[in-house]
């Protein structure tokens, strides 16, 4: 290359050539702006898709590999016919969709760092100094740091939520001020739904607990109230007998993980007492597991004639007054 077109400010090997064939230094440094340094943008923007496109390649690598490692091959049967993994996962898709999520946000991370590097070195290959715009840009971020806190609090929390699996698109949870089902979850917000059909918009900066009823299993827990006149040993059979009749039965074996459980008298009140009953089921079943056995405990009671006491209301006359 040439001491003209380096001392021009045009270090590319158009410039060098052109001056080489023609001898005209005018034209020699507009080829190297109209050819030489559009190339050069154009080969940094080439080598920039190309490293990304390997990294995506290698990401989607890893995610493969870590749904391919948590999928079991067949998940072993409970006594009820129901998934007898209580203690884990009782399907896999959650951790997919998890390993999945984690690609994604991985994806969006490195086509930013790429898209900024690429961008810098072509400002850089158009002969400007980029020091001072790398000084002004931490400048102006560390401002809009202090600037934006909330913001940036959002995507951090965000980011936790996402990689450790706090909650997920079709979870039920209670986030404090709202709860619902999770229909969205992204690095700011996550979009909920109530059982009215309201759509809250929660920032994950301000969720401080998350009470999540969708991960690993679930419990339906039944309170009857019975008189105090009833042989508790009595309600205790019968809804044991009604509780393993819905275990048993072919439309709700498979979203039962274990036993039945009638744990006895939860509590004494002016005038009943409260037996409790636990189902463990899959997750996000426990409510139709509980609608389905209030019906069944209902009509096995009038059967057997028990009868479950009514609030009573006492209105007592003064005497002084006449009536």
Not at 15 to 38: E, F, M, Q, R, S
Not at 178 to 196: I, K, M, N, Q
Not at 214 to 233: C, F, H, M, P
Not at 282 to 293: D, F, G, T, V, Y
Request: glycine letters at 10%; hydrophobic letters at 45%.
């Amino acid at each position: 290359m040439t001491d003209t077109c380096i001392r021009g400010g045009d270090e590319s090997w158009t410039c060098a050539a052109v001056l080489d064939w023609t001898g005209n230094k005018d034209l020699a440094h507009a080829a190297g702006w109209l050819i030489g340094k559009p190339f050069a943008i154009l080969w940094l923007v080439i080598l920039g898709l190309v490293a990304r496109w390997l990294l995506l390649k290698l990401i989607d690598r890893l995610v493969n590999r870590a749904i391919g490692g948590v999928v079991p091959t067949k998940l072993a049967k409970g006594p009820l016919g129901g998934f007898a993994d209580p203690g884990g996962e009782p399907g896999a898709h959650r951790r997919v969709q998890r390993a999945r999520t984690m690609g994604s946000l991985l994806k969006s991370i490195v086509t930013g760092l790429i898209f900024v590097v690429v961008l810098m070195m072509a400002i850089s290959e158009l002969g400007y100094d980029i020091a001072p715009l790398i000084a002004s840009a931490g400048i102006v971020g560390v401002a809009l740091g202090f600037g934006a806190q909330s913001l940036v609090k959002d995507f951090l929390s965000g980011i936790f939520m996402i990689f450790e699996d706090q909650v997920g698109v079709g979870d039920t949870v209670n986030l404090g001020e709202a709860s619902g089902t999770v229909e969205a979850v992204s690095l700011r917000v996550t979009r909920l739904r109530d059982v009215d059909g309201t759509v809250w918009y929660v920032r994950n900066g301000e969720i401080l607990r998350v009470g999540n009823q969708s991960q690993n299993w679930s419990r339906s827990v039944l309170d009857v109230t019975v008189g105090y006149k009833e042989d508790i040993a009595k309600v205790r059979r019968l809804l044991k007998e009604v509780a393993h009749e819905l275990a048993d039965d072919k439309k709700f074996r498979d979203q039962i993980i274990e036993e039945p459980d009638v744990w006895g008298v939860q509590s004494l009140g002016p005038d009943s007492v409260v037996v409790r009953v636990t189902i463990k089921t899959m997750p996000q079943q426990q409510w139709k597991i509980l609608r389905e056995m209030r019906e069944r405990v209902k009509a096995r009671f009038d059967a057997e004639g028990i009868i479950m006491p009514l609030p009573q209301r006492v209105v007592s006359q003064d005497p002084t007054k006449p009536q």
